[in-house]
């Protein structure tokens, strides 16, 4: 099979569930979002292999140290599955995986974890210091992007509120990670001075 099949050449493309419509219609544009999303987190998670990572050494979660390489690995993987939710058509939702409460609990412990670690500021802080942390803040911006694309498509076709709760968290993920990041790689936080 090749990978063109010209199918799209007039503008038109296939839902999961073989539904063809325009690139345009708002779940083509929210998985297309996903999708991009998936890339920049890999991106992240390859710029942090064979790093010293908080992990080794002070980052624990209930004790058991965790390995943020592989944390975004099960981020990418679940962002997968809410790519294909995404593109679902009017059938074959129940056919596809789903995201539970679970997928959000295990970002919500990795979140206090972060939070506990590196404290709570009162003002915002501004992106960089560093091309990890830098990829963390434009994670956390596409992540927003495909939210309210994810609520586009709820408004008009519903989305798994389960999916969308997760989503919302993620962007809150990569926020703390960049701080966390911030702190190991020994950057000082600069903040927003208006």
Not at 91 to 116: N, V
Request: net charge negative; charged share 30%.
């Amino acid at each position: 099979m090749k990978v063109y099949t010209k199918t799209g050449d007039e503008g038109m493309t296939s839902l999961v569930d073989g539904t063809r419509v325009s690139k345009c219609d708002e779940r083509v544009e929210a998985y297309g979002t996903v999708d991009e999303l998936v890339a920049f987190t890999a991106l992240l998670r390859d710029e942090l292999r064979g790093e010293e990572l908080p992990g080794d050494d002070y980052y624990t979660v209930s004790g058991t140290v965790v390995d943020i390489v592989a944390q975004l690995g099960r981020v990418e993987c679940t962002l997968m599955t809410l790519s294909a939710l995404l593109a679902a058509g009017e059938s074959g939702r129940e056919r596809l995986p789903q995201l539970k409460d679970e997928d959000t609990i295990f970002l919500e412990q990795r979140i206090d974890a972060m939070q506990e670690e590196v404290g709570i500021v009162s003002g915002f802080t501004i992106a960089g210091g560093c091309r990890e942390v830098s990829l963390c803040h434009v994670c956390r911006t596409v992540c927003r992007r495909a939210e309210r694309a994810a609520l586009r498509v709820d408004a008009r076709y519903g989305v798994d509120r389960a999916a969308l709760v997760w989503l919302n968290r993620l962007s809150d993920y990569f926020y703390l990670l960049g701080r966390l990041l911030t702190k190991h790689f020994g950057i000082e936080e600069e903040y927003w001075k208006p």
